[in-house]
Structures are given as structure tokens and as C-alpha cells.
T-cell receptor, first 118, second 113 residues
Framework: EAGVTQFPSHSVIEKGQTVTLRCDPISGHDNLYWYRRVMGKEIKFLLHFVKESKQDESGMPNNRFLAERTGGTYSTLKVQPAELEDSGVYFC????????????????FGPGTRLTVT | GQSLEQPSEVTAVEGAIVQINCTYQTSGFYGLSWYQQHDGGAPTFLSYNALDGLEETGRFSSFLSRSDSYGYLLLQELQMKDSASYFCAVRSNYGGATNKLIFGTGTLLAVQP
């Protein structure tokens, strides 16, 4: 079974530019989450999709961040325009719906996208 | 607010036992998870406690006391490959969602020969 994949693995952009991160969850996982880890700090929740619907976007920092999940499969996270404080590692995670399978506290994480804004 | 406290670093020797504590203050608590992360890679799930008590999975065990808002991860028979960062994370529905994870700042475990 393929795991969660993320693209790109690294991205270096200048302040003011736009970057789009992509996440492909494990096939059949309806829950998809985005998290971010800024250097030395905790991994912080950004938002949660159930299929194509945004269930919770309370962690999104501001309106420069836009997440989509077309058709309930892969998801994209766009940062426009990027600022210096957006630098960090962006993780995507997925999990099955509770009713079908999976352990409640388990999410499957991708390897992350390391974003550097200069 | 939501916060989880863990020690920042722990050092132990091969073969020893180490305990990583986690205290939390969160809303909408469903359970406490533990994740391992090697060299900034993908966090991987270790264990989950929804009820008070001890859960054992091989060399790793996790404990939860909901009345004390406290849990710990116990690693036995430490191996060099256990050197990694360990995160406690509360599964929360704070804000209306379910299954959101609120992470602690992580504990860097260094296993020495």
C-alpha cells in the first residue's frame, strides 16, 4: 500500500511569490489534514478535509493560505503571496473514516514539504 | 488555550528504560497519541490512549491519566535506532472538528552506546 506522498520535497521561493504544495493521501482515506512545523516549534494543525469538504480550517494562519481538495482525492495548499514567516515544513496526513476502519488517534503522515521563503 | 508540555531533550544508554512525560491543557479531549519522528521526516504513529491506564505495544508502552491531564511514553530495551523526536498529541474536537491533533513541542531522545 502506498503511503502519503507530498510534492515537492523542498521549495525555495522569494517573498511575494506563490507556491503550491500537493498532497496525495492513502487511497480510500477520506480524512486529509494539513499541518505545519516552524523551526523548533510544535507541529501545528492547519485544516482538515473530509472528502472534498473543509471540516475545520481553524488553524489556517490568514487568507494568504488556500487549500483545496478537488474530487476528494489529492489536496493542494497554496500560499500567495509568501512571507518570510511562512517558512517551515508542511506535513499532510490522512486517515480513514472512523466508522470503517483505523485507530482513532492514528494519522498517516507524508514526508513533508520544506518551504523556505527568502 | 491549548498546550502540551514535554521535556525538550532526554538522553539514555542502550538497553535502558526511558520515560517521556506529557502534560496537557486542551479543550475537547478525546485521547492522547504518541508519534515518532526521525531526522525531520514523516511522523509515525506509536500508540493511542483514550481511557486511563497502560497500553503496551512491544517495547513501547503508553499511559494516560485523564484526571491528571497527564500521560507518558515508556521505551524499554532502548536501541540506537530509537534516537528520534517523540511527540505527544491530543486528539481534539476543539473548534468543532473531530480527529484534529494538537501536538506538543516534542522530546529529542538521544540513545548513547
Amino acid at each position: 500500500e502506498a503511503g502519503v506522498t507530498q510534492f515537492p520535497s523542498h521549495s525555495v521561493i522569494e517573498k511575494g511569490q506563490t507556491v503550491t504544495l500537493r498532497c496525495d493521501p492513502i487511497s480510500g482515506h477520506d480524512n486529509l489534514y494539513w499541518y505545519r512545523r516552524v523551526m523548533g516549534k510544535e507541529i501545528k494543525f492547519l485544516l482538515h478535509f473530509v472528502k472534498e469538504s473543509k471540516q475545520d480550517e481553524s488553524g489556517m494562519p490568514n487568507n494568504r493560505f488556500l487549500a483545496e481538495r478537488t474530487g476528494g482525492t489529492y489536496s493542494t495548499l497554496k500560499v500567495q503571496p509568501a512571507e518570510l514567516e511562512d517558512s517551515g515544513v508542511y506535513f499532510c496526513a490522512s486517515s480513514p473514516l472512523q466508522l470503517t476502519s483505523g485507530r482513532p488517534g492514528e494519522q498517516y503522515f507524508g514526508p513533508g514539504t520544506r518551504l523556505t521563503v527568502t | 488555550g491549548q498546550s502540551l508540555e514535554q521535556p525538550s531533550e532526554v538522553t539514555a544508554v542502550e538497553g535502558a528504560i526511558v520515560q517521556i512525560n506529557c502534560t496537557y491543557q486542551t479543550s475537547g479531549f478525546y485521547g492522547l497519541s504518541w508519534y515518532q519522528q526521525h531526522d525531520g521526516g514523516a511522523p509515525t504513529f506509536l500508540s493511542y490512549n483514550a481511557l486511563d491506564g497502560l497500553e503496551e505495544t512491544g517495547r513501547f508502552s503508553s499511559f494516560l491519566s485523564r484526571s491528571d491531564s497527564y500521560g507518558y511514553l515508556l521505551l524499554q530495551e532502548l536501541q540506537m535506532k530509537d534516537s528520534a523526536s517523540y511527540f505527544c498529541a491530543v486528539r481534539s474536537n476543539y473548534g468543532g472538528a473531530t480527529n484534529k491533533l494538537i501536538f506538543g513541542t516534542g522530546t529529542l531522545l538521544a540513545v548513547q552506546p
